[in-house]
């Protein structure tokens, strides 16, 4: 049987989306319906094990885009 490749992983980047995911994984403890069906429980514990104890900023600041003429 062959192993599935690890998908690479965007880490968790602020605290509004550790809430998110927190949330998500409280849903699917409590046997209630997904709201993010493409991450499995597995990896919602790595991300939320991985950001555990780090200094998050509230938001994630947004890139200021410059007009072109």
């Known amino acids: 049987m062959l192993k599935k490749k690890h998908r690479k ?3 968790i980047i602020s605290v ?3 809430g998110k995911f927190g949330a998500e994984l409280a849903r699917r ?3 209630k ?3 993010m069906a493409k991450i ?8 939320l094990r991985e950001s555990k104890g780090k200094e998050l900023p ?3 600041k947004r890139k200021k885009r410059g007009r072109t003429s």
């Not at 499995?40 to 991300?47: D, R, S, V, Y």
């Open 16 to 18: 509004a989306q550790r």
């Open 58 to 60: 509230a938001r994630k």
């Open 29 to 31: 403890r409590a046997g």
């Open 9 to 11: 992983h965007t880490p």
């Open 33 to 35: 319906k997904r709201r």
């Open 40 to 47: 499995t429980t597995k990896e919602l514990e790595q991300h």
